[in-house]
């Protein structure tokens, strides 16, 4: 049955008529409207970052990669092992294995340290809930991005990862950037 | 006393109409109808509500001051407003005030997460405290004991674990120090908290005062996952709940089962999980390999290597250990009897009992439970030691003392802990069992040779008809049939809350039983063609009668009386082969094929509690290591003896275990369920053969020992176990030769406490600690037997001689 499009549907034009004029300037003339936005910014010198030698600047608020901090004074690590950010985490992704310092292995200022921390970086949607969580300031969220690795397992971070400084530093976005 | 009468009165709460049994406190009544009155100090398992934290507050109209809620019983009419800000206001003060001097460290501690102080402070709490003063200090944390951790810091003083201390386990131990904001819990004079239920006020204290060493750190309540499972270390079965963390036992807390174990755990049961996970532990098959030594082996090596016993047939033996499963217990039954042609298997391993005698002990008319030792009249315990062979029914039979006045008389040789307790204690000499019980008797029929049975008589024939009697397995089977007339002349047989209550030495004994591990019946109690005992299956081994053993989680040289003599008998054995944990002493020397043996958090199948009560195992964890299942691997050792079980799951295995044993016909293991399952009180109880008492034979009085030396009686402790053995945490605990002495003896002998002495008999010597113990009647010598050197099993004469070492 053919198609009866009712009374309030109204044609549209999809191109422009028939003939050779319209057809040169179909071919021709939005080619040169493009050309034209392209060459007014040739001017303004290229955008391109050359990544990976360079790097976008980030927000101080941007999420990355996690960090495990120490205190400052005596090296001692902040976090002292109570899951917390584990439970907030909505993608279950921390897993902590606590341990009890002893007066020689001290290793936070707590009664308790991560013995295992590990992030599984693959699953982390990068929330900052685990920041939020925490009641010691012993993680928070990170500037690097770059997390591409080759197998999974490489993705999930320890607690000596979590704790090293990154390789390189990612650059901050300086103000009115 | 018997149970109460209960009435249902009816009041209002927060505008909701609750019907409660008179008697019910208010906290309890809101439950029902699903409001939720905060509360810290009220645990019912304690006893009377002691109103001490005043967290439970409540209007109640009519009374012009807030009540407490947890010890206010319910009254017909009464009108309760729990949610008017006079309440809200109440609450938001004594959480205020709690928190005056708690730390607020939960990040750090243990309980955060399952905390209830945590969450009432969330609840109920102002959110924000007016005390800007510091919070007083404590050196935290402290070691209780090397089991519990005590931050005092943390304490609400509640007095929940002093209650525990005082009320339930009754050691008197945990009090109250000083007084005011400076009040602690400790012991009198800061010795360890050492008590065969101390691990219990872990689970009592509602905040982290109080927290378990071996889980310090462990998890956290969402890292975890709980398991229901059975405790399979004693005959008590008390339900368990395991915390698994990463497929692996982190915890075992109480899953309380009222008919089992009442929400208690003895320190064995919640602390010897450690031995799933430890190095110790088999969890390969072993075969001994050409050097003569034992070595781990592929399971078809193993499995291999156990088939050769399919080439002795009519020449097999079997021996099963207490913590056999029903099912376990049943295939075995069927590899002896028809692969292996033999009828040589036994459980019963403290000897063997009359068919008709069995059956008549275990019948559902005779059978008290549990409860009933809380709510009879006057309870009997006879020939047993509760706190070591079945610990929780310790704690339940104080409960029914100090709280429903039950009269407890305790005949025993040993002296018991429960002794303080009892109205009438009498000592008789080990071995004498008979004799006495034959005095008792006669005394019950009007005859009574001294005043001790006329007291004892006079007791249970006057106390009230509900009398429950508390056997040991350990009572030598010719004192049976007399147990049996004292309990017709006591009319127990057919009434409700009367009865006997075995307590047997394995864990599922009563249900290995039923399955049919008998030298002298079948699945069933059926009558099946008679085979060798256990004393006789060794001595079958030394002539050679027998050529082949099967040992089912047991090692006869740590389990088993003469042990000399079962050391001779193993090694002429040409195949023997053992499902065992730990590779125990016999094991070591004379098993040509070890399985592993599975734990009971891995293991699936089904136990009979004493009281005929079927309870459930579930797997909850997977088996470590190469561990297998045992019925698997039994009914791989079946088709290799030519039986062909065509059983392909554990839950196969139950169902044709119900088709063999008539009066389990019609159980599922859903029926079953968490919560277990009495079949004598289901229909198909009809179906279990009628017992037939013989007449009490004559006993011959038992000679004095003479001058010089003692006669000997064994106990076997709480703590002697391999599993406690190879618990870390339970090191402390690890059970000695303790011999037991009476004062007169030791000042004879010149031993003092404490002392190292020798115990000699025909030449064995054994070294020990000298315990001595009043009321130990002169003349004895308690020696500990199941433990892992100079056991007691190692002398075989009643006499013997203890000197100084
Ligand atoms: S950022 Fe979010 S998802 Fe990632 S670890 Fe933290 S809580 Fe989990
Ligand atoms: S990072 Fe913070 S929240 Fe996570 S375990 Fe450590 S202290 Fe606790
Ligand atoms: S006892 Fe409860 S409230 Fe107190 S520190 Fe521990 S978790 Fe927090
Ligand atoms: S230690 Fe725990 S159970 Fe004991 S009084 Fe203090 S808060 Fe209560
Ligand atoms: S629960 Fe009522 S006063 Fe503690």
Redesign the pocket.
Known sequence: MPYEPGPDVIEVMRHPAKGPAMSTLRVFGETLRGMKTTLARVAEGPLTIQYPEEKTPVYPRFRGRHKLHKFEDTGLEKCVGCSLCAAACPSDCIRVVAAENTPDNRVSAGERYAAVYEINLSRCIFCGYCEVACPFDAITMGHDYELSDYTRSDLIFTKEMLLAEPLERTPLRTEGE | MPRPEQTIVKLTIDGREVEAIAGTMLVDAAKQVDVEIPYFCYEPKLGEPVGACRMCLVEIEGIPKLQTSCSTPVREGMVVNTTVDRVLEAQNSVIEFLLVNHPLDCPVCDKGGECPLQDYTFGWGRGKSRVIEPKRHFVKPLALSPLIA?DRER????????RFSQEVAEDWQLIFTERGAHTF?GTHDGHPYVAPFSGN?VE????G??TSQPYRFRARPWDIEGAGGICTLCPSQCNVEFTVRDDKVVRVLSRENSAVDDGWLCDKGRFAYQAIHVDERITEPLVRGESGELESASWEAALGAARAIAGHRGRGAALVGGQATNEEAYLLGRIVREGLQSHDIDSRLSGTVELGLTRALAAPALQATVADLEFAHTVLVLGTEPVDDSPILDLRIRKGVRRNGVKLAIASARPSTLDPNATLSLRYAPGSEAEFLAGLDAALSGTAASDEFGALATLLKDGGEDVVILWGESLPAQALPTLLSIAGKLGLTDRDGAGLLEVPNGTNARGIREAGALPNAGPGYSEVQAGRNAAEIAAALTAGDVTVLYLFQVDPLRDLPARASWDAALGKAAVVVAHASVLTEGLARHADVVFPAESSAEKEGTIVHPDGRLQRLRAAIKHPGEVRASWQVLVDIAKATGVETGILTAGMAFQQLTKAVPFYAGLTLEAIGGRGLRWPETDAAAEMPAGAAPAPAKVQATEPAPEGKLLLGTYRSIWASTEVEISPALAFTIAEQLVELAPQDAIALGIEHGAAVQVAQNGTRLAGRAAIRTGVPAGTAFLAAGIAENSANALTESIVEVVKA
């Not at chain 2, 009592?204 to 905040?207: D, I």
């Open positions: 005590i304490c609400i003083l509640c007095y929940r674990c002093v819990v006020i009592l204290c509602p905040v005062a109080l």
